[in-house]
């Protein structure tokens, strides 16, 4: 999975955020910066440490409790 710091770049170049938001630290961004990471490591990086197709006992122990959600967001 990118750094997090990659994630707000990638926002900005789709329109999701804008450069405001950024300077300001505004409190909505920093909730959604870890939401974005997750979201970014199940669809653009699928075969990264998020990856839902290998088993779960593969899976750092960090996310093996939040598979099923993890699924249902995927």
Same mark, same amino acid.
């Given at each position: 999975?990118?750094?997090? $710091?990659? =994630?707000?770049?990638? *926002?900005?170049?789709?329109?999701? /955020?804008?450069?405001?938001?950024? &300077?300001?630290? !505004? ?12 979201? $970014?490591? =199940?669809?653009?990086? *699928?075969?990264?440490?998020?990856? /839902?197709?290998?088993?779960?006992? &593969?899976?750092? !122990? ?13």
């Amino acid at each position: 999975m990118p750094a997090p $710091c990659f =994630l707000p770049a990638r *926002a900005l170049d789709f329109g999701y /955020l804008t450069q405001d938001m950024i &300077d300001d630290y !505004e409190p909505a961004l920093m909730f959604t910066i870890p939401r974005l990471a997750i979201v $970014c490591g =199940l669809v653009v990086y *699928a075969d990264g440490p998020l990856n /839902l197709d290998r088993k779960v006992e &593969d899976m750092s !122990e960090l996310f093996r409790p939040f598979h099923t959600l993890l699924r249902k967001i995927r």
